[in-house]
């Protein structure tokens, strides 16, 4: 796909890997449409890449909420046109190991709330964004992209049983949709980032991010353009859908 006066909406596009995305594909000529929680946020985030001459807007979004989705997408179509290519990034973290316990007795468990919040915006948010791109991509005639964002943590990571869950999921949303949206010209692929720096992983201690970044064959944590560079590659590439590019530094989970 050309990205040249494209539509592409980015959810989770204020800050950290969604604004690294933005710039990269608004450098390429991509229209772009910020969809995220944080007003301040999103604002700063525009402004920041019109100082660089990239096009954008904001969108408030609850990607875990139907009504909120659809009134953005809405309000992308009315604004900037029909999405052309839609980034599936916005997620977030709630860890705690499954059952813990000490000499034979359960201290904690991971509770509900926590299991269902990340699944309602790692998992259901992809669902109501992908509906939304894909049915505005079908209703315009229009060839289309739609790119998810896993983890290698799909695999299976300690404490992370809701994370891990939902991210195995998607993957296996990207195969489905690429299968069925493919007869439309719509392609579908993800991309399952490893250890990447972020505002997540700059607060760690660094004993904690010693160690983490020991692990990697690389010796270092990725750079959000590193992702960024994965989902153009997508964005690009005519002939891939269906399949997910690991970029982790050759760490495997």
């Given at each position: 796909m050309k990205l040249d006066k494209t539509v592409i909406a980015i959810t989770g596009g204020a800050r950290g890997l969604g604004f690294a995305m933005a710039r990269r594909l608004g450098k390429q000529g991509?229209?772009?449409?910020?969809?995220?929680?944080?007003?301040?946020?999103?604002?700063?985030?525009?402004?920041a890449l019109h100082g660089e001459g990239i096009k954008s807007g904001a969108f408030k979004v609850n990607v875990a909420d139907e009504a909120s989705v659809k009134q953005a997408f809405g309000d992308v179509a009315a604004s900037l046109g029909p999405v052309s290519g839609l980034v599936n990034n916005a997620g977030i973290l709630r860890d705690a190991l499954l059952v813990k316990a000490k000499d034979g007795k359960v201290e904690k468990t991971m509770s509900l709330q926590a299991w269902q919040q990340v699944i309602d915006v790692n998992l259901t948010g992809v669902f109501l964004c992908g509906r939304e791109a894909a049915s505005q991509m079908v209703e315009a005639g229009h060839e289309g992209v739609i790119v998810n964002i896993s983890s290698i943590s799909r695999a299976g990571?300690?404490?992370?049983?809701?994370?891990?869950?939902?991210?195995?999921?998607?993957?296996?949303?990207?195969?489905?949709?690429a299968r069925e949206l493919a007869r439309y010209g719509i392609r579908v692929g993800a991309v399952a980032p490893g250890f990447i720096e972020t505002d997540m992983t700059a607060s760690m201690r660094e004993d904690m991010l010693e160690k983490l970044t020991a692990g990697v064959p690389?010796?270092?944590?990725g750079d959000p353009d590193n992702i960024a560079q994965s989902v153009s590659f997508i964005f690009e590439n005519d002939y891939f859908t269906g399949?997910?590019?690991?970029?982790?530094?050759?760490?495997?989970?």
């Open positions: 991509a229209r772009l449409a910020l969809l995220d929680m944080d007003s301040g946020a999103l604002d700063q985030a525009v402004s990571n300690m404490g992370q049983s809701n994370y891990a869950a939902a991210k195995a999921a998607v993957v296996s949303l990207t195969t489905t949709w690389l010796k270092r944590l399949r997910v590019i690991e970029c982790d530094g050759g760490l495997r989970l």
